[in-house]
């Protein structure tokens, strides 16, 4: 159970590009639940349409809109209609992501390409749009990046590049902004178990138990647990904090903390 405030974001307009399904909806779900309107973007229209459906069945004010993060002109005019449909923009998030596992040697090109330019790109192009929207002081940026960005891994040299991207693109642009009264932050989720990647990267008990036992609180995350940081991150509470890269991932960030499985064989 949340212990913020049930109207934390009474007044605010948020955006949320990839806010469509897993982490980010349920960040838009809970920017709703707090007060805000919200406006959610992801390609597909079909998808766009079932979020803005399940929000406003909650009850809350809410518009969609389907673009390609990759394609700024879009990205622009997506925000552009958000600010005219809800009002000015106070938080934006951007969470649109690819994944898949690859060596690099079995990896195309254009594969590799893709996923920086979905991640890193897309993260920029929202980002950079946003600016204009919301260039005053109070007003929040987010970004959701990876433990990948600062630890090497095996298959995935294409998300570890990207998100390492948005690391320094959050950091740089909290630099820039930060005279504005603009906040620029991101949010590194662990192993979130409620989401279609988990499911694929650990389909099986087996594998569930061997990552759960590396985390110093020995659990899978939940959605509800980015969403509550992303709250907080967007709320009048995170006034001072900025260039932040907060990781919500039950100690993944601290290394294997299984070693003691060792220990009590010796």
Same mark, same amino acid.
């Given at each position: 159970?949340?212990?913020?405030?049930?109207?934390?974001?009474?007044?605010?307009?948020?955006?949320?590009?990839?806010?469509?399904?897993?982490?980010?909806?349920?960040?838009?779900?809970?920017?709703?639940?707090?007060?805000?309107?919200?406006?959610?973007?992801?390609?597909?229209?079909?998808?766009?349409?079932?979020?803005?459906?399940?929000?406003?069945?909650?009850?809350?004010?809410?518009?969609?809109?389907?673009?390609?993060?990759?394609?700024? =002109? /879009?990205? #622009?005019?997506?925000? &552009?209609? %958000?600010?005219?449909?809800?009002?000015?923009?106070? @938080?934006?998030? *951007?969470? !649109?992501?690819?994944?898949?596992?690859?060596?690099?040697?079995?990896?195309?090109?254009?594969?590799?390409?893709?996923?920086?330019?979905?991640?890193?790109?897309?993260?920029?192009?929202?980002?950079?749009?946003?600016?204009?929207?919301?260039?005053?002081?109070?007003?929040?940026?987010?970004?959701?990046?990876?433990?990948?960005?600062?630890?090497?891994?095996?298959?995935?040299?294409?998300?570890?590049?990207?998100?390492?991207?948005?690391?320094?693109?959050?950091?740089?642009?909290?630099?820039?902004?930060?005279?504005?009264?603009?906040?620029?932050?991101?949010?590194?989720?662990?192993?979130? =178990? /409620?989401? #279609?990647?988990?499911? &694929?990267? %650990?389909?099986?008990?087996?594998?569930?138990?061997? @990552?759960?036992? *590396?985390? !110093?609180?020995?659990?899978?995350?939940?959605?509800?647990?980015?969403?509550?940081?992303?709250?907080?991150?967007?709320?009048?509470?995170?006034?001072?904090?900025?260039?932040?890269?907060?990781?919500?991932?039950?100690?993944?960030?601290?290394?294997?903390?299984?070693?003691?499985?060792?220990?009590?064989?010796?």
């Amino acid at each position: 159970m949340s212990t913020f405030a049930p109207n934390l974001l009474a007044g605010k307009v948020a955006f949320v590009a990839g806010g469509t399904s897993g982490i980010n909806l349920e960040i838009a779900r809970r920017y709703a639940r707090a007060g805000a309107k919200v406006a959610v973007l992801s390609r597909k229209q079909e998808k766009v349409d079932a979020a803005t459906a399940l929000i406003a069945q909650e009850g809350h004010d809410t518009a969609g809109f389907a673009a390609d993060v990759r394609n700024y =002109g /879009d990205v #622009e005019a997506a925000l &552009r209609q %958000a600010a005219e449909t809800l009002g000015p923009i106070d @938080i934006v998030l *951007s969470g !649109a992501a690819g994944n898949f596992l690859a060596p690099a040697l079995g990896m195309s090109a254009n594969a590799f390409k893709t996923v920086v330019d979905i991640d890193l790109i897309g993260t920029f192009n929202v980002l950079r749009a946003s600016y204009a929207y919301l260039n005053r002081p109070g007003a929040s940026l987010l970004s959701i990046t990876a433990g990948q960005a600062v630890h090497p891994m095996m298959f995935q040299a294409h998300v570890c590049a990207a998100k390492a991207g948005i690391n320094m693109l959050t950091k740089c642009l909290a630099m820039e902004w930060g005279p504005t009264g603009v906040r620029v932050n991101a949010i590194s989720p662990g192993p979130i =178990g /409620d989401t #279609e990647g988990m499911r &694929r990267l %650990a389909p099986n008990p087996e594998i569930q138990a061997v @990552i759960k036992n *590396s985390l !110093a609180l020995r659990e899978f995350g939940t959605t509800t647990d980015i969403a509550e940081a992303a709250l907080f991150l967007a709320s009048d509470s995170a006034r001072y904090i900025t260039g932040a890269i907060l990781n919500v991932d039950g100690g993944n960030d601290l290394g294997d903390a299984g070693m003691d499985r060792l220990f009590s064989l010796s």
